[in-house]
């Protein structure tokens, strides 16, 4: 079969691999980092942002994982480190080698 032609309208669009309930916490991670990097002089605010995340633990403002994240590891039955891959808050990859890697595609 050839085409030509050929139109068809597509829409590209990304999805996060967080369950439907939790999709602010990108959000709220972005305007974290946004505050932090374009008003310092207003801790305050990135503060606010990084606690609706995960409780600030990324920020190193608390030693425990809260916010949404926080919420979303204990409704959703994982720890933070997972049955799988951890990519920790510093981007280094943590692997067990005795766990094979899971799928989070949702497929």
Known sequence: ?????????????????????????????????????????????????????????????SPMVGGLVGQMLENEGESVEGTGAYISPNGLLDVDANIPPRDLSGF
């Open 1 to 61: 079969m050839t085409l030509t032609a050929a139109s068809a309208a597509a829409v590209v669009g990304e999805m996060t691999p967080f369950p439907e309930a939790y999709d602010m916490a990108p959000i709220y991670r972005a305007l974290a980092l946004y505050s932090q990097i374009n008003d310092p002089l207003h801790p305050n605010v990135s503060a606010f942002w990084w606690k609706l995340y995960d409780g600030g633990q990324e920020a190193g403002l």
